[in-house]
């Protein structure tokens, strides 16, 4: 007797287990008949919930006394499923024309576009989607109207010129102003070899939307700083339903578009023969001939023997090579109705065709948000970054060590190393270059560092209350 009381207990126990829990499978389509991808699917009173394949099917496990499902997405009416026992359903969704309306953030908060007077441009997330652009200033180029974006230099890394509606004065700056997601951005340039762009921390990635402020408007809510226009940055959001995961890797490569042909030695001293001729037509040949061969770095009994045999350097060769391009990120997103996250970290490194240019970008983004009821929510993020990067000799105004500038002009008899692979030229070696550009580039290059490294840190949290709701 004990013993069967012991088995119906058990098989009790069983069958109160197994009716915990049952599985819904269905497929959402559109009007058309047409899968719906990422669509919501919920049991409804409950925190259960699922998103459709790219077929539109999917399969949700809900309590045993759940009896309607809510379906939704993006661009079309929510609908109520009654399931009445059923565990297969399908659900066509109707379009929603109204509900597509598009938002911009105008600096405290966001508004339809049509609603808006003042002059705005916006770029979006699917604009610079799954396109290999290394940086921000990229992500922004012939994107948005009235607003000219351009890198200052060719460094990678390097500061960017971003001048909205025309320069608006003469002696003064046209750097807009950063905001990122609430977070106003210093500009300043830091080292003048290196021009580090403050925005560097930014992975193109995970930009959600970049609104451009281009009028007056912009200076009522940020002041003075808003003169030359504001640009704002607003990185992703979780999305409430099955966690997302997304990897992207990319790899590149980066050469000269041309590169200028130069003169041989003695195309070199021909030209320069010429030249001084018809400039001073009462000298004599051997007076020519010996400024010339001054000119050049070489004795006047230099034979025309040994001018035609003089080796040529091609010094652009020398200094261009082939760039490299690797990018690496994941992403997760997800979350239920009330808390949500988005997850990322990248990986970046540019490396120019000019030697020893690089710049790498390490950088993690964390967004969280909390949903306590329907009037209170809080919303936190952190992104960390650390960017190392290094630039030529001289950007600025001296540039005869800079290959990108001095390389097609440095005199082609000048070698470029000794025959025992050291460099020609060096101060203190006794060899003095020909010529006004009498840098060896190369030697520049390996021995002169503008390497920077900045690590930072950036972020906020807010509290929202809204006493409108109930």
């Known amino acids: 007797m004990r013993k069967l009381y012991l088995l119906l207990t058990l098989l009790l126990f069983i069958s109160t287990a197994w009716a915990q829990n049952r599985t819904i499978t269905g497929k959402i ?4 008949g047409n899968a719906i991808a990422n669509a919501s699917v919920t049991a409804k009173g409950t925190t259960s919930g699922t998103t459709t394949s790219s077929d539109g099917s999917f399969s949700l ?6 009896t309607t499902l809510v379906v939704s997405s993006v661009g079309y009416e929510a609908m109520e499923i009654a399931l009445n026992g059923r565990t297969n359903v399908t659900a066509s969704l109707a379009s929603s024309q109204g509900s597509m309306e598009e938002v911009v953030v105008t600096g405290y908060q966001t508004v339809r576009k049509r609603d808006v007077s003042a002059s705005i441009s916006k770029i979006n997330a699917a604009d610079i989607e799954n396109l290999p652009i290394p940086n921000f200033a990229q992500a922004m180029q ?3 109207a009235g607003v000219i974006v351009a890198a200052a230099n060719g460094v990678p890394g390097g500061s960017l010129s971003v001048i909205i509606r025309g320069v608006g004065s003469i002696s003064a700056g046209t750097t807009p102003l950063y905001v990122v997601d609430g977070v106003q951005l210093n500009t300043g340039t830091g080292s003048i070899n290196t021009q580090n762009n403050p925005l560097n921390f930014l992975n193109p990635d995970d930009i959600e939307s970049i609104e451009v402020l281009k009028d007056a408007a912009a200076a009522s809510i940020y002041g003075a700083r808003a003169a030359n226009g504001v640009v704002i940055v607003t990185t992703k959001k979780g999305k409430a339903g099955k966690t997302k995961f997304t990897v992207n890797t990319y790899v590149g490569q980066s050469s000269p578009l041309r590169i200028p042909e130069v003169l041989n030695a003695q195309e070199w001293y021909n030209l320069r023969y010429e030249a001084l001729a ?3 037509p009462t000298a004599s040949p051997a007076t020519i001939r010996n400024t010339v061969l001054s000119n050049m770095g070489l004795p006047s009994s230099t034979t025309q023997g040994k001018l035609d045999s003089l080796p040529s350097y091609d010094w652009q060769r020398a200094a261009f090579g082939k760039g490299q391009l690797f990018n690496a990120e994941a992403s997760m997103q997800g979350g239920s109705q009330n808390v949500t996250y988005y997850l990322s970290s990248s990986y970046s490194k540019q490396t120019a065709f000019i030697a020893p240019t690089d710049f790498q970008r390490g950088a993690m983004l964390s967004k969280v948000n909390f949903k306590f009821n329907d009037k209170v929510s809080m919303e936190n993020q952190i992104s960390l970054s650390t960017v190392s990067q290094n630039a030529p000799y001289s950007i600025g ?12 002009m440095i005199l082609p008899n000048n070698p470029i190393y000794n025959p025992d692979g050291t460099f020609y030229g060096l101060p203190g070696s006794g060899q003095n270059m020909a010529g006004t550009f009498n840098h060896n580039v190369m030697a520049v290059g390996e021995y002169v560092k503008y390497r920077t490294r900045t690590n930072q840190i950036i972020g906020s949290a807010n509290l929202t209350y809204n006493p409108k709701k109930v």
């Open 278 to 280: 018809y400039a001073n």
């Open 142 to 144: 012939g994107r948005a």
């Open 61 to 66: 496990t809900v309590p045993p006394n759940t």
């Open 29 to 32: 389509t559109d009007s058309q």
């Open 397 to 408: 105004n001296t540039g005869f060590g800079n290959p990108a500038y001095a390389a097609g």
